[in-house]
C-alpha cells in the first residue's frame, strides 16, 4: 500500500484530533497530535518553574525534553503521563509563547517530520500543510465559528473533569487563535492547495465520512 500523508489544520478547538484519530483508525494511518507535542514541552517548561516566555531559558531545555506519543493516545515526557495534565488551564494559557520559539519548532518539527517517513499519517496542527508536511497528499484545514469550538471543548472538558467555564474557553481559544495566525515562523494559515472543511453544522460521523471521502478521492491505490 502507497504510503499517504493527510495534514489537517484549522483553529483551536475544531475537532481536528477527535476527527483525525477515528479517521486514523479506519484509514490504519499513525495518528500524529502535534498539539500534544507542544504542549508537553510547555509542561516540562512548567514543572521545571521556568517563566514561558523567557525565551532562553526554555529553548535551553531542548536537550533535556524527549515526548512520545504511545498508540492508545497517551502522551509521555521523560517518562511521566502527562496526558491530562497537558489539557489543563495552565498549558493552554503557557503553550502559546512556548510554541513561538522558532528553536522549539524546529525541534519537534524535525520529530514530526520523521514520524511521517515512517507509516501512512495523519497528523494535525496548524502548520502542518504550509511547513511540516508541504508535500502531503491530503490537506485540510478544518474551521467551525468560536461559539461552536468553545461548547464542543467545554462539553469535552465537563466530561473529562477539566475546570474551565463556557466564556473562559471562548476566550481562550480566541486568544490562541490570534497568537497562531499572526506569530513570524509558520503561523495558522490555510495551505493554498488545502481544501476548507467547515464542521459548525456537521457532526462528528459526517466530518469522519466527508474526511474519507476526500482522502480517497485524493489517493488512488
Ligand atoms: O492543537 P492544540 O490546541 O492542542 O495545540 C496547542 C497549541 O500548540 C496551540 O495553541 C498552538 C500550538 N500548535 C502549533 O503552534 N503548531 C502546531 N502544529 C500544533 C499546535
Redesign the pocket.
Known sequence: MKKVSVAI?GP??AG??TIAKKVAEIKGYTYI???????AYTWHCVNKGLDCTDEAACVAEIPNVNIELLPGGKVLCNGNDITREIRMPII?KN??PV?QMKPV?LFLVDQQRKMAEKSSVIM?????GTY?LPNAEVKIFQVASPECRAMRRYKENQEKGIPGTYEEILEDVNR?DK??SE?AF?P?KPAEDSILLDTSDMNIEQVVNRVIEIIDSKVKE
Open positions: 489544520d483551536a478547538a481536528k484530533s497530535d502535534t498539539g500534544a507535542m507542544y504542549r493552554n503553550v502559546t510554541c519548532r494535525d496542527g496548524r502548520d502542518i511540516v490562541r497568537a497562531d506569530r509558520a495558522l
